[in-house]
């Protein structure tokens, strides 16, 4: 099926109060789950390759992209390729040769003064080459081996008022909000705030996405889909989900040594955690069921 693309796809679960899912993809073993899970689901889904990801690869994003691209042209499914948590200029430039139909720009470390510049024309250039671009506003927390922020601490949560000005200043196409989720968490006890969730979705007139969404329950995922939420990111769940089957499988089989044996192990369970997720996802606008146990 041709490759479809992440504006369409989050526009159309916008019209109908829902949300699409997507997944951050390290490994061609990443991908090959994500599709076969939209395959047996029939839910879209976005393919995300991260900043950090690309940098694994030895900072080539072309291979792992091309792996993309391939899978999901043979596939069934409606999927997209997502470019996630850009900081680098150079690296986003290089997004439309390699299929991406749209990235994340991450400055929301910079002052506001300086996200808005640089996302301005991180937009700028992405419109112009035919590309939908994400931002963020207020700080997710998590990235990079730091802890989630304190729900008081100065930028830990998206204002309305100023996220209606950075909007307008920047020209995204989506913005990403600090509601109360934290990248690489590891349970599932973030809460979310629904009342500030509610505020910025009355405020702006632009899909909102949810980052650090392993780290949300069924119940409150579906919530913040329902009050708002129109992408859904998920990254950590399949990394635990695939190293602990890895281990499991090398428990068992101490003395093997063919990789193919354990990372199709991980494959499986990747596969598992990925269709139960988009299940979920899918459900929030059918009334929040069924609900995954993953």
Not at 27 to 51: D, K, R
Not at 62 to 71: G, Y
Not at 232 to 252: D, Q, Y
Request: net charge negative; proline share 4%; aromatic share 4%.
């Amino acid at each position: 099926m041709p490759l479809s693309t992440t504006g369409e796809l989050v526009a159309e679960a916008a019209a109908r109060r829902g949300a699409v899912a997507a997944f951050n993809v390290i490994t061609l073993e990443h991908i090959e789950a994500v599709v076969a899970a939209a395959e047996a689901t029939g839910e879209p889904v976005i393919l995300q390759v991260s900043e950090n990801a690309v940098k694994f690869h030895g900072g080539r994003p072309h291979p792992i992209a091309a792996a993309a691209v391939s899978a999901a042209r043979r596939s069934g499914a409606r999927v997209a390729l997502h470019l996630d948590h850009v900081k680098s200029e150079a690296l986003l430039r290089e997004a439309a040769d390699c299929g991406f139909s749209s990235a994340m720009f991450d400055a929301a470390h910079l002052s506001y003064g300086e996200n808005v510049a640089v996302t301005r024309r991180a937009a700028d250039w992405a419109h112009a080459n035919g590309l939908w671009l994400e931002a963020e506003l207020g700080e997710v927390g998590g990235k990079d081996g730091t802890g989630p922020l304190s729900a008081h601490a100065p930028g830990a949560r998206t204002d309305p008022d100023e996220a209606r000005r950075f909007v307008a200043e920047t020209g995204i196409d989506a913005l990403a909000v600090a509601v109360g989720s934290s990248h690489a968490m590891t349970t599932r006890d973030a809460t979310i705030d629904h009342t500030l969730l509610a505020a910025l979705h009355h405020a702006l007139d632009l899909p909102l996405v949810l980052h650090g969404s392993s780290g949300v329950s069924d119940p409150e995922l579906q919530r913040a889909i329902r009050v708002g939420i129109s992408k859904v990111n998920i990254g950590t769940a399949l990394s635990i989900a695939m190293t602990g089957a890895i281990r499991s499988h090398l428990r068992g089989d101490p003395n093997g040594v063919d990789p193919r044996h354990y990372l199709a192990a991980g494959r499986e369970a990747v596969t598992d955690t990925t269709a139960q997720l988009l299940t979920t996802v899918g459900a929030a606008d059918r009334g929040g069921v069924p609900v995954s146990s993953g």
